[in-house]
């Protein structure tokens, strides 16, 4: 999400006592969003960082802000979730939840700083175009407010329960309290829940003009979802989060414990230091060699905090330089390049290959080690971004905190990894693993694919992709019907301005690389997408024809899904966000046939028309023969008329 930047000092105080302010008042105030860094490359985040100084890299602060078999130590089920966006290409990432009876869906960002789970209400004037429709309590016959007692912020009637939630980069929440059921897809082991959840009834800034729906909160607080399912003996008191690789977006979340793999690394977190998720980071290794540091560095302000809600890692000043000095001695032989965005001074590298699998190949290893000695290897994916603008570069993605002791490592530390928040045990656990993959690498047989259960609206039918049971990409599409239409969001990491002066090239490449009609892909929309863009296309039929065939709508999903199609470098990276298959529309004798039936009509007049005006000449020439008469022909008599 874009926002305006703000001076850093003003950032860090306004963060300070919003956090003091939020101990005192849990109820009215969150932690803030931060903002993200530029347009150019990936976006800071799901509610973003602090931005840095014009000519400085990124800053931060805290950002105060996924299925799995049952732990077997536990009796407690557990809700398996997929996880859809890209933390870089879209800022956050989202899952599904459906609330009410029926169930509504939303779209929410999944966050860890957030104590509190919000969806835009029915009766809300001043909130953003979202994904999915607002909540509708009135259709829902379970939902109940929350009325108003003394443990809680009341509205002007003192009849209701509030919440408002106020962020350092001036965007806001606030609205009503509500109970209702809460469902978590086909997916989960639980069943629906009765939950307390915000109905908005004012947004502003980024929660405005986000895709997303709302923010499902996983904080710790009295109103997440995560205290709320643990209150209720549900679930036990975990939860965990993957997310994708640098090439592959989406990933997957779990509530509820989970078997934790035999070779989970482990850290301590306190859950008395601060609101945060906290870990207990002692060292940092540059290609197996010790950055000379006092453990301490890693222990100022509010220690290392691991935050689901920001993109990339901050160290303080002097771990930052270190690590900088340590990169740059191994990677001398590279080429260095400039950012893609001139406001901010990026360390890139221009390499020979831009195969993410290679990586590892040309950058060194980097090592996290808690207490114990328990150390976390990073790949390259997990410090690095993608250069937007110059194909086979990256840049670090880990930067200064400016002057702020804390250390806060976002998503890109922990792509790739599935990362388990024990708050039971007061620990973090950390398993690399392919994260598309989960499921098979924990050994769960029979598992479903980490999928929601399909979007239906109306008579379309949604889905993002899935993975079947034996790892194999699978796209759940309805056999019954013939499908009429398909409906694509595709995110670009290319700038909105630049892409609009390419927007006819790309679908006629996209066409091209669909093995379609270039007259089959038509462009919906494109608007600004965070740092990117987001183009809306639909597939139509070929030709004469009413349908898309099975095979054909799979292969348009999967070249896409799978990020097969080969566009050209200067439209950057693309994931498809989600999809949706309409059905052919059954036309009925009178549509199918109009057209035949107002060709005979308009046969049928003008040859009666014709008919009639020859008869009418040949009627008028036999009238203009009888009354005329030769000289000396004899007249019969006319009768004379009496004076």
Not at 113 to 128: D, F, I, K, R
Not at 139 to 147: A, D, E, F
Not at 394 to 417: H, W
């Amino acid at each position: 999400m874009e926002l305006a930047p703000v001076n850093i000092a003003v950032g860090t105080f306004g963060f300070f006592l919003i956090f003091v302010l939020s101990q005192s008042n849990p109820s009215t105030l969150s932690s803030p969003l931060l903002p993200p860094p530029y347009h150019g490359a990936p976006s800071a985040v799901i509610l973003p960082l602090y931005p840095s100084p014009k000519n400085s890299s990124r800053t931060s602060s805290i950002s105060p802000r996924h299925l799995l078999r049952s732990d077997s130590h536990s009796s407690h089920p557990n809700a398996r979730m997929r996880l859809d966006d890209d933390l870089v290409l879209n800022g956050y990432y989202t899952a599904l939840l459906w609330i009410g009876t029926p169930p509504q869906q939303f779209a929410l960002i999944v966050d860890t700083g957030s104590t509190v789970t919000y969806v835009p209400c029915a009766t809300c004037e001043l909130c953003g175009r979202h994904q999915d429709p607002k909540f509708q309590p009135d259709l829902s016959s379970t939902y109940q407010p929350v009325k108003c007692t003394l443990d809680c912020n009341c509205d002007a009637d003192r009849e209701q329960c509030i919440y408002e939630r106020q962020y350092a980069e001036m965007s806001s929440s606030s609205g009503v309290l509500g109970e209702d059921f809460m469902s978590f897809g086909n997916q989960s082991e639980l069943v629906p829940q009765r939950a307390v959840f915000g109905c908005e009834n004012e947004e502003t800034g980024d929660l405005y003009s986000q895709h997303a729906d709302g923010i499902m909160g996983l904080g710790r607080g009295d109103l997440s979802v995560v205290d709320q399912l643990v209150e209720k003996g549900v679930i036990s008191d975990s939860f965990s989060l993957c997310y994708g690789g640098m090439d592959i977006g989406g990933g997957a979340m779990v509530l509820g414990g989970i078997s934790a793999p035999s070779d989970m690394v482990f850290s301590y977190s306190d859950p008395v230091r601060s609101p945060y998720y906290n870990i207990d980071l002692k060292e940092i290794h540059v290609a197996g060699k010790q950055l000379q540091l006092n453990p301490s560095v890693f222990d100022g302000k509010y220690g290392t905090v691991l935050d689901s809600g920001t993109t990339y890692a901050y160290l303080p000043e002097v771990a930052f330089l270190a690590f900088k000095e340590a990169i740059f001695k191994e990677l001398n032989s590279l080429k260095q390049v400039r950012g893609p965005d001139p406001n901010y001074n990026d360390i890139c590298f221009s390499t020979a290959s831009s195969d993410v699998s290679e990586l590892s190949k040309t950058f060194p290893t980097v090592e996290m080690v808690f207490g114990h000695q328990q150390k976390l290897s990073l790949s390259p994916e997990n410090y690095l971004f993608q250069h937007s603008k110059i194909h086979g570069a990256y840049c670090l993605g880990i930067f200064q905190n400016e002057k702020d002791p804390t250390t806060l490592l976002g998503g890109i530390i922990v792509r790739n990894t599935l990362v388990t928040y024990d708050r039971e045990h007061s620990k973090i656990g950390f398993w690399k693993t392919n994260c598309s993959e989960l499921w098979e690498r924990l050994h769960m047989p029979g598992a479903p694919s980490p999928s929601p259960s399909s979007r239906g609206k109306g008579n379309s039918i949604e889905s993002p992709t899935t993975l079947a049971p034996g790892g194999s990409p699978h796209y759940d599409l309805p056999e019954e019907t013939q499908i009429g239409k398909i409906k694509l969001d595709v995110s670009f990491s290319t700038n909105y301005s630049y892409l609009k002066l390419q927007i006819n090239k790309l679908t006629e490449v996209i066409a091209k690389e669909l093995d379609v009609n270039a007259s089959q892909v038509n462009l919906l929309n494109f608007t600004s997408e965070g740092t990117g863009s987001l183009v809306r296309l639909t597939i139509t039929p070929p030709g004469s024809s009413t349908y898309i065939s099975h095979e054909s709508a799979t292969n348009i999903i999967s070249r896409l899904a799978e990020h097969r199609l080969r566009l050209p470098d200067t439209f950057g990276n693309y994931q498809l966000v989600q999809w949706k298959v309409e059905p052919s529309v059954k036309r009925t004798w009178w549509q199918r046939n109009y057209m035949a039936v107002v060709v005979a009509v308009i046969i049928i007049i003008v040859v009666g028309l014709s008919v009639y005006g020859v008869w009418g000449m040949w009627g008028r020439r036999e009238q203009t023969l009888n009354t005329y008469k030769p000289v000396g022909a004899v007249v019969p008599e006319q009768e004379l008329q009496p004076l």
